[in-house]
Nanobody, 128 residues
Framework: QLQLVESGGGLVQPGGSLRLSCAAS????????IGWFRQAPGKEREGVSC????????YYADSVKGRFTISRDNAKNTAYLQMNNLKPEDTAVYYC?????????????????????WGQGTQVTVSS
């Protein structure tokens, strides 16, 4: 089966860190752009960070620049999102997604419909 599985979410205090993982099964991520999206209660799903399949171009939402880092390890068929200095407003369900690069990574991260494969999501809660 084609599947993306997120892990690494949980409860963390403000200022803490989490590392999310996105493991693919049934297909390879080598030729796909990867995106991390999040959705908080009452808010629209937003692109947090995305990375291209080829040249490593990345995009970060303004709200997470300098705090989050996206990476990928094609040999492990896994993508990651390192989240540092977490804030309460980062609380959301985080989803990873994969899709063929058909436009710039910035444009893809702004449009979730560019991604055809999605994980089930992992809850991140930032609270004291």
């Amino acid at each position: 089966q084609l599947q993306l599985v997120e892990s690494g979410g949980g409860l963390v205090q403000p200022g803490g860190s989490l590392r999310l993982s996105c493991a693919a099964s049934g297909f390879t991520l080598d030729f796909d752009a990867i995106g991390w999206f999040r959705q908080a209660p009452g808010k629209e799903r937003e692109g947090v960070s995305c990375i291209s399949s080829s040249d490593g171009s990345t995009y970060y939402a303004d709200s997470v620049k300098g705090r989050f880092t996206i990476s990928r390890d094609n040999a492990k068929n896994t993508a990651y999102l390192q989240m540092n200095n977490l804030k309460p407003e980062d609380t959301a369900v985080y989803y990873c997604a994969a899709g063929l690069d058909i436009t710039t990574i910035q444009a893809m991260c702004a449009r979730p419909h560019f991604f055809g494969s999605w994980g089930q999501g992992t809850q991140v809660t930032v609270s004291s």
